[in-house]
């Protein structure tokens, strides 16, 4: 007996020091998206109320509204600090470490085209005292909307604009979980008018835009829209997964009464009126999470009858609309692979209208969503004959008390902490992407309020990947941007072109699994058939300053060999060239064959291709070096820019270069006998022998040319 009570005792010690497992709920979107005019985080104790509320009570994912009025709730560069903000405080820095230790995930929220409020002075470097003349109008005139002017979608601009946007908070702040965007959308059918947004309509469609659905234009009046904001979806999707692969990006979405999306989306409000075709944005992956804003009352059969009618409709009818979209959800999300929430209206219900409105929606395997924090539930302001009074009674939670809320949904909704859920597209992907911008290089932006120096409607081919000749074919938007998605991993050729510019074809591009490649050309006018030119030719400094084309010429120096200048050589090692790109040098790698044109010229007594355009490229092998004596460079200037051999004694060793001779005894007045060998930021030798190679260019000196080698990398750098 003893020894039997000696054991239960040891088992009882080891049952007590074996620490509980924490249960967990299956994983599924807990979301309260949370405000910015009401300060729910823009103080550090604020911030640390609401996620506390949040995280206690068993949420996963919390929006903060980050940009709520062309204003920030983080460090921008791009719009001022929200007025709320204490100096040197930075809302989304603190919600993010704040959260994360809660095992929150946090989606940064912006209202997309909304820009500041009516009659208020905007900052003097405000885009809303910049660019006035961005405005959204509707079509009395009117350039706002309620109490706040707008940005119009239809404007290219303004598409930047608001790009620039989400790469500058995506960059800022990489441990972002999500972008959410709001109000992504026209407000009406009766706005869109903007000048240039009408110059563009008319310049496609030979009519101004009509102000009457009974105009035999409207339906492509419509269209038009819709693509404008599907572009600017499209393109904020690619520019941050480039930055950041593993952000997830959301829209929230309308599910206005008025259609129902299960017989027929496209007669929906949010596609027809409001111009947000959130159905094709999941169909073409172009959004992760598709948050619809299903705002609708919950009271029948728990305070009134199906049949009573507020504000227009029957709640029997607002309770069936928010099935028919929750039935939606869960579609949309089976057919697509994309996940979506159900975000609810809290404040149109009473608890057990939440309970019911989320218990339908868990039942259909659609996530949870809450507008919003801090708002309460039953916070409807006016009480309508027969409507028992809003923000009493036992199942009514008034403004600002949130125990009954809470307390309610976490007992009968999230009993435990439960896992976002994964996005596998994401965590395992199968598949890349490919984009970029195509510009004309000949236009100042400037001269151009429209397109500025962007080519619209270009045409973008695809092909492979290789070995296969398959081809995709797509367009570019009024910022010359494009892009495919769902790319599939390999090695590809592609091709631009547009009437009126020399096309470009067979651009190498590898697309890798999970990731963006980034590939930006642009397009010239085409050039005379005189004007292509060898490299013997460019060569000549009786050329000056014309525009050539170079055809078929090898790479020496890959991309980001050199920060200034690329190199290439004729395929009879007889000449080569210094080629500096206009903008962002394009991916090139050793023993490409390229074509290229630009502006010869001299710069620093070499001959340069400036202000370079890549109009094709095919992949080749490396060029091997010519082995050169220090005489054999003394061939200016066809000499320079070759990939060439020297070996040597080291004769002096300088900051950021060292001399070799090789017996030739060249002096360059220097007083160190030899070649120069020009290596910045590598290791040198000081004694000894040397083998480098490099490129082969020249420093004038009192008058002369000298020689000399510039280094690629290191491993260019042999000593004995």
């Known amino acids: 007996m003893r020894r039997l009570l000696i054991l239960m005792a040891v088992v009882l010690i080891a049952l007590i020091a074996v620490p509980a497992i924490a249960a967990t709920d299956p994983a599924e979107y807990r979301m309260s998206w949370v405000y910015g005019f009401n300060s729910e985080f823009a103080t550090p104790s604020a911030t640390t109320t609401t996620v506390n509320t949040l995280a206690n009570n068993n949420f996963?994912?919390?929006?903060?509204?980050?940009?709520?009025?062309?204003?920030?709730?983080?460090?921008?560069?791009?719009?001022?600090?929200?007025?709320?903000?204490?100096?040197?405080?930075?809302?989304?820095?603190?919600?993010?470490?704040?959260?994360?230790?809660?095992?929150?995930?946090?989606?940064?929220?912006i209202v997309t085209y909304r820009i500041w409020g009516k009659g208020l002075t905007a900052p003097p470097t405000h885009i809303w005292t910049l660019h006035p003349e961005w405005a959204l109008i509707d079509n009395t005139g009117k350039n706002y909307v309620g109490s706040y002017h707008n940005l119009d979608p239809g404007v290219p601009g303004v598409e930047n604009y608001i790009v620039g946007i989400v790469k500058d908070v995506v960059t800022r702040y990489p441990t972002l979980d999500g972008f959410n965007f709001d109000y992504i959308r026209y407000d009406s059918t009766?706005?869109?008018?903007?000048?240039?947004?009408?110059?563009?309509?008319?310049?496609?469609?030979?009519?101004?835009?009509?102000?009457?659905?009974?105009?035999?234009?409207?339906?492509?009046?419509s269209t038009w829209k819709r693509k404008q904001v599907t572009d600017l979806v499209k393109r904020c999707y690619l520019e941050a997964i480039y930055i950041n692969p593993q952000i997830k990006m959301s829209t929230d979405t309308i599910g206005w009464m008025g259609g129902n999306p299960n017989t027929d989306f496209t007669g929906t409000r949010c596609y027809s009126e409001v111009c947000q075709d959130h159905k094709k944005w999941m169909e073409d992956g172009i959004?992760?999470?598709?948050?619809?804003?299903?705002?609708?009352?919950?009271?029948?059969?728990?305070?009134l009858p199906p049949t009573y009618s507020y504000k227009g409709y029957a709640f029997g009818n607002q309770q069936a609309d928010h099935r028919n979209w929750s039935d939606w959800l869960?579609?949309?999300?089976?057919?697509?692979?994309?996940?979506?929430?159900?975000?609810?209206?809290?404040?149109?219900?009473?608890?057990?209208?939440?309970?019911?409105?989320?218990?339908?929606?868990?039942?259909?395997?659609?996530?949870?969503?809450?507008?919003?924090?801090?708002?309460?539930?039953?916070?409807?302001?006016?009480?309508?004959?027969?409507m028992p009074v809003f923000n009493t009674g036992t199942n009514v939670v008034k403004a600002g008390s949130e125990t009954t809320y809470y307390s309610t949904v976490k007992a009968q909704m999230f009993k435990n902490p439960a896992p976002v859920p994964d996005m596998l597209w994401k965590t395992s992907p199968t598949k890349g992407y490919i984009f970029g911008q195509v510009t004309d290089p000949a236009v100042n932006p400037a001269t151009d309020p429209a397109f500025q120096n962007w080519i619209y409607q270009g045409t973008v081919t695809l092909t492979g990947p290789y070995p296969s000749t398959a081809t995709q074919t797509t367009s570019t938007d009024a910022t010359g941007t494009y892009g495919f998605l769902?790319?599939?991993?390999?090695?590809?050729?592609?091709?631009?072109?547009?009437?009126?510019?020399?096309?470009?074809?067979?651009?190498?591009?590898?697309?890798?699994?999970?990731?963006?490649?980034?590939?930006?050309?642009?397009?010239?006018?085409?050039?005379?058939?005189?004007?292509?030119?060898?490299?013997?030719?460019?060569?000549?400094?009786?050329?000056?300053?014309g525009v050539i084309g170079l055809n078929g010429n090898m790479v020496t120096t890959p991309t980001g060999t050199f920060s200034d200048c690329s190199y290439i050589e004729n395929s009879?090692?007889?000449?080569?060239?210094?080629?500096?790109?206009?903008?962002?040098?394009?991916?090139?790698?050793?023993?490409?064959?390229?074509?290229?044109?630009?502006?010869?010229?001299?710069?620093?007594?070499?001959?340069?291709?400036?202000?370079?355009?890549l109009q094709g490229r095919s992949s080749g092998a490396a060029l091997r070096t010519l082995s050169s004596t220090a005489r054999d460079l003394n061939g200016f200037p066809?000499?320079?820019?070759?990939?060439?051999?020297?070996?040597?004694?080291?004769?002096?060793k300088g900051a950021d270069y060292f001399y070799i001779n090789d017996g030739?005894?060249?002096?360059?007045?220097?007083?160190?006998?030899?070649?120069?060998?020009?290596?910045?930021?590598?290791?040198?030798?000081?004694?000894?022998?040397?083998?480098?190679?490099?490129?082969?260019?020249?420093?004038?000196?009192?008058?002369?040319?000298?020689?000399?080698?510039?280094?690629?990398?290191?491993?260019?750098?042999?000593?004995?």
């Open 60 to 109: 996963n994912v919390i929006v903060p509204e980050i940009r709520k009025n062309g204003d920030a709730y983080y460090n921008s560069s791009y719009e001022p600090l929200a007025s709320d903000v204490s100096a040197g405080y930075d809302p989304l820095a603190d919600i993010l470490t704040k959260a994360h230790a809660k095992n929150m995930q946090v989606f940064g929220w």
């Open 190 to 221: 009766a706005v869109g008018y903007n000048t240039i947004s009408k110059a563009r309509f008319h310049a496609e469609y030979g009519v101004d835009p009509p102000t009457s659905t009974a105009s035999p234009y409207w339906a492509n009046w």
């Open 287 to 303: 959004i992760d999470l598709d948050i619809l804003m299903n705002y609708k009352r919950d009271w029948t059969g728990l305070l």
């Open 330 to 386: 869960s579609s949309i999300q089976t057919t697509t692979g994309r996940h979506t929430i159900d975000g609810i209206g809290g404040y149109m219900n009473i608890l057990p209208g939440i309970l019911a409105q989320w218990g339908y929606s868990r039942a259909h395997g659609v996530g949870l969503g809450m507008y919003r924090y801090g708002f309460g539930v039953g916070m409807e302001d006016t009480a309508a004959p027969g």
């Open 486 to 545: 769902g790319v599939e991993p390999g090695e590809y050729s592609v091709s631009f072109s547009k009437t009126g510019y020399s096309p470009i074809t067979g651009i190498s591009a590898s697309v890798t699994v999970g990731l963006a490649t980034k590939l930006d050309v642009q397009l010239v006018a085409p050039l005379a058939p005189d004007s292509y030119k060898t490299l013997a030719q460019a060569n000549d400094p009786a050329l000056v300053d």
């Open 572 to 613: 009879g090692r007889s000449s080569g060239l210094q080629v500096r790109f206009r903008g962002a040098t394009p991916t090139l790698t050793e023993g490409d064959s390229v074509n290229l044109i630009g502006t010869i010229t001299t710069i620093g007594n070499q001959r340069v291709l400036n202000n370079a355009t």
């Open 638 to 652: 066809q000499t320079t820019g070759l990939l060439v051999t020297g070996f040597g004694n080291v004769t002096y």
């Open 664 to 720: 030739s005894a060249v002096n360059d007045g220097s007083g160190h006998l030899g070649v120069k060998v020009l290596a910045t930021g590598l290791s040198m030798p000081s004694t000894g022998y040397a083998k480098v190679t490099g490129i082969s260019t020249c420093e004038k000196i009192g008058g002369l040319l000298y020689q000399r080698i510039r280094v690629r990398k290191q491993a260019d750098i042999a000593v004995y």
